[in-house]
């Protein structure tokens, strides 16, 4: 909160890299067949969008530990994409450079997070 600017949901990089991370999965799904869409693709859309939709929703928050319960909420979908990327990979659904792309992108979010949390527990009173 520099010069009496607030903090505004797009300004945390978390937020931002699960964002575009939700958009790029989805980009993927939606060339999908119907089959592969409505298993694999929805359950993996949801959890990757589930992840900056917690961050949104822990960010509106009042108290300290209800910002911290929704930001490990993104933390679990987190870790439930990667398991939904590697049925997608297993199943032929993208490719190897793809499956990569998503790897790397969840685990560059991990840490992010875990700043975010860290953060709010420093930070904000009760």
């Not at 999965?25 to 060339?31: N, S, T, Y």
């Not at 999908?32 to 694999?40: F, I, L």
């Not at 450079?97 to 860290?118: D, M, N, V």
Request: glycine letters at 8%.
């Amino acid at each position: 909160m520099e010069d009496g600017k607030y903090l505004k949901l797009n300004d945390i990089g978390a937020y931002k890299a699960a964002f575009h991370l939700s958009n790029y999965i989805w980009d993927l799904v939606v060339l999908w067949s119907p089959v592969a869409q409505n298993t694999v693709g929805s359950q993996y859309v949801r959890a990757a969008d589930s992840i900056s939709a917690n961050i949104a929703e822990g960010f509106g928050r009042w108290g300290k530990k209800d910002k911290v319960k929704f930001y490990r909420y993104s933390q679990g979908s987190r870790k439930e994409c990667y398991d939904w990327n590697a049925n997608a990979q297993h199943r032929n659904l993208i490719t190897e450079e793809q499956y990569q792309h998503i790897f790397q992108e969840l685990e560059k979010l991990g840490p992010s997070i875990g700043h975010l949390i860290k953060y709010t527990k420093e930070k904000l009173k009760e």
